[in-house]
Structure formats: C-alpha cells, structure tokens
C-alpha cells in the first residue's frame, strides 16, 4: 500500500505534480481492476503508469526497454520487487514461482533485464487476441493466470510512487 502520508504530501504539492494527474489514474484503475480480479486490465493501468512516467515517449518496445533500464526508479524499484519476491516469505510463497514461470516461458532470466523485457512483451502480448495462440492471450476464462505479474506490476508502481515522492521527478 501506498502510506498516506506519503500521498498527503504529494497532494500539498499538487501545482508541482500536476503531470502525475493521469499516471495516477491509471494506477487508481489498475488497482481497482486488480482487486476486482481483472488482472489483464490491471496490467494494461499499471503498464501506462510506468510507461507514461519513464518511456519518455517511445512506443518501439526495445525503445522503451531502453529507457527503462537507463530509469534509476524503475532499476531501483525492480530492485526491490526481486528482492521481496526471494525473501518476503509471503510474497514469495504466493508469487514467486508462477512470475519465474513466466519468464521461463519467455526464455527470460530472474533479472532486471528479463523483468523489464516481461512486462513489455506482455503487455503488447495482452493486447492481441488470435484464436490459433489462445495459451499466450489474456481471455475471460484465464485472468487468474495473470494475477502474478499484475501484482508484480503494481508492486513496481507502489515502489516508484514512493520514490516519486522523494525525488519529485521520474528518474
């Protein structure tokens, strides 16, 4: 959870923050969906979120990937994911083994690199449907295969929201 002083003091700032209007939106709507166990949609929000404060405007994912890796916040927040996944015992218990699963299917490492690379083709996986590759797409009868990396995404945006506060600007 985001702390609530933390929130209360990003409000006083309000004129300063006034670019963190919409990012916090779709965090909102990615939260609302993941609890309402929408966890594609929950993707999609939470994704925007990031992208829109860190991919500086590209959309070629290995331009976003790019800009990802080079973000401080995102390096520090994916950081923090892997390391609550491997000892937050749990989170791990809950999560760990079905987001490994993932990036294993992806031929991805347990990395910043593989996690970033994760959720960007996952996200654009997510946004097409095609009957011939019904295991790969997110559907109405297998959004709880994605809670994971729904919670690793919001896990991620709880992170940089924090750090937000801290430093002002995405880094």
Known sequence: EIKKDI???????????????IPFAFFREGKNAFFSMSYVIAIYNFYFFIEGLYGKGKTKNYLVKKEFLKSIHINYAINKVINDLLYDSEIHSRYYLKIVHFLKEANLGFSKEGIIKLIINLRGNLHHFSMKNIAKSGHPFNREKFKSIAFLLMHLCISLINQLERDGLPK
């Open 7 to 21: 929130l209360q003091r990003l409000l006083k700032r309000k004129e300063e923050k006034e670019f963190l209007t």
